[in-house]
């Protein structure tokens, strides 16, 4: 296995894991071993933030706040137009190191990388559109509008699956808005945190940014707590399991803190008889197989309609047959490993319950051995036939396990697709303008995300991410979700001579 993408990213095998920017603080004692799924080898170790070092960052990036609030918004997106081009110049170490690391294909760490890349663009353009309104007052001689100020240092934390992209559209955006971030990266992709580091430090140092306006802590929960306990952290943007966010949510409300969670999802695509079957195979095969099954977005239910049902499965079985599982970096393989044994566990431990529940397997599962699959975390992608209300339907196993469920009118699909605890991403299958336009009424996809004649995942930077009930109810990344990065200041001059009160209120002296 060639490594060479570490060195170019300035990775050793030991490095201290609390950034405040480009110094590392404090001597780390204990360390996070980062093991790569791929083969199973130790990539690196990186230190975890004691509670004394996560002080010293949150001092820095205290002081750092003070001075990058007051500078231009257009200036602080050149300064991400920079990492932009940085990233596009580091595009292939890091793509490898994303796949290697995580564990996805490397068409999909390329993907990611350009992912960041995506968004850097993005917050350039907004760096000079951070609109707030202007209204009329009631009053003579008034004038009020609103406008939007940094809410000063954003807490991080991210998730193992997307370790790279999904930092980026909440930092580059919190940046752009003036404000400073401090990252825990998951404790699974340690490195990846730290290759985006490196990158970017160069180009605030060359831009004389202050230190501490990107920090970097390392750790598990524990550390992510330090953060969400703090009132000096205004918010807290989490990606994770909709238990984590429960837990995070909680406690940053009960300080009053804002919150903004991207947490599970359970996806479906409905597929009506007026489909095109190719773009049903594409797009359900990439949205349940794809970053083997480990997006927030994977495609996890087909609701398929009970007269082409059995067309399709039989197409599903031929098609995932065709797989190619194996090393990732190979670019002839379509999946690559499960993160690590504990989900290769989960996995197991759901075909399980798909059995126990009633569920038949239509393409079994099971873990892959051989030399090549030594790290233990290859798992073959399965599909099972099962109703939805089966619990095991109803909770978001985090692998490549494709449920397929039989429907006979599209409300009662559409029910269905709802009837789950989470709400993030769905799709429908359908060339019939009535069925998609119904799909997306206000009686269709309950989900932040709703496509038609797309698969559940591989969602574009430009719009905004994430979605309702167990989702979390968080945005991220386009359109206006820079708005949960700022507050929102209203604004009344009074340039008369006199002081009327608003709603006719008299009060004289
Ligand atoms: C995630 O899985 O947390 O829409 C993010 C997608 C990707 C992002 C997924 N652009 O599948």
């Given amino acids: 296995m060639n490594t060479n993408f570490l060195k170019q990213l300035g990775l050793n095998k030991s490095n201290e894991g609390t950034w405040t920017g480009r110094k590392s603080v404090g001597k780390s004692t204990e360390f996070i071993e980062s093991y790569s799924p791929v083969d199973g080898k130790l990539i690196g170790k990186v230190g975890i933030t004691s509670e004394k070092d996560y002080t010293k960052v949150v001092r820095k990036a205290e002081d750092a706040f ?40 490397l068409q999909e760490g390329w993907g990611e990388v350009q992912e960041m890349i995506d968004i850097c663009d993005f917050a350039v353009g907004l760096s000079r559109q951070l609109y707030g309104l202007t209204m ?20 991080i934390i991210s ?37 985006c580091n490196n990158i ?50 909680s406690v940053v409300a009960s300080r009053l803190g804002k919150s903004l969670l991207e947490l599970g999802g359970n996806n479906a695509i409905i597929v009506t008889p007026n489909s095109d079957l190719n773009v049903v195979l594409a797009g359900a095969v990439f949205g349940a197989v794809g ?52 989900a290769v566990e989960a996995y197991l431990n759901s075909i399980k319950a798909i059995k126990e529940q009633g569920g038949k397997m239509l393409v079994p599962g099971g873990v892959l051995k051989g030399d090549e699959y030594d790290s233990g975390c290859y798992v073959k992608p399965c599909i099972a036939e099962v109703e939805n209300h089966y619990k095991i339907v109803q909770h978001e196993t985090f692998a490549p396990i494709l449920y397929l469920i039989k429907y006979n009118e599209l409300e009662e699909a559409i029910q269905m697709q709802n009837n789950v605890p989470q709400g993030l991403s769905s799709a429908i299958m359908t060339n019939n303008l009535k069925e998609a336009e ?40 386009g359109s206006d979700a820079w708005k949960a990065y700022m507050r929102r200041q209203t604004n009344t001059i009074n340039y008369s001579d006199e002081l009327p009160l608003a709603q006719g209120i008299k009060f004289d002296l």
């Fill in 66 to 105: 003070k001075k990058w609030r007051k500078v231009p918004a257009p200036k602080r997106g050149e300064v991400i137009r920079q990492y932009g081009d940085a990233l596009r110049e580091n595009k292939d170490a890091l793509g490898r190191l994303v796949s290697y690391e995580m564990g996805k294909s």
């Fill in 200 to 249: 970017f430090q160069k180009v605030l140092k060359a831009n004389k940014v202050p230190e501490g306006v990107n920090c970097i802590i390392n750790g598990d929960y524990k550390v992510g707590e330090y953060m969400t306990y703090d009132p000096r952290v205004p918010l807290i943007s989490a990606t994770g399991s909709s238990r984590m966010g429960k837990i995070v949510g």
């Fill in 291 to 342: 970053t083997c099954g480990q997006r927030c977005t994977s495609t996890r239910r087909l609701i398929i309609h009970e007269s082409i049902y059995s067309k399709v499965s039989s197409q599903l079985k031929k098609a995932y047959k065709q797989l190619k599982i194996g090393n990732p970096l190979d670019p002839n393989m379509h999946v690559g490993p499960l993160i690590d044994k504990d």
């Fill in 438 to 477: 119904l799909f997306l009424s206000s009686a269709g996809s309950d989900c932040g995300i709703a496509n038609v004649n797309i698969g559940t995942s591989g969602a574009e930077i430009g719009g905004a991410f994430g979605g309702e009930k167990e989702t979390g109810g968080g945005r991220e990344s």
């Fill in 159 to 195: 998730a193992f699956n997307f370790p790279v992209a999904v930092w980026s559209w909440n930092a580059m955006i919190a940046m752009v808005c003036g404000d400073v971030c401090i990252w825990k990266a998951s404790e699974k992709t340690p490195l990846c945190a730290i290759a």
């Fill in 136 to 155: 009329h007052s009631e009053r003579p001689g008034h004038r009020m509008y609103e406008q939007w100020h940094p809410l000063g240092i954003v807490g």
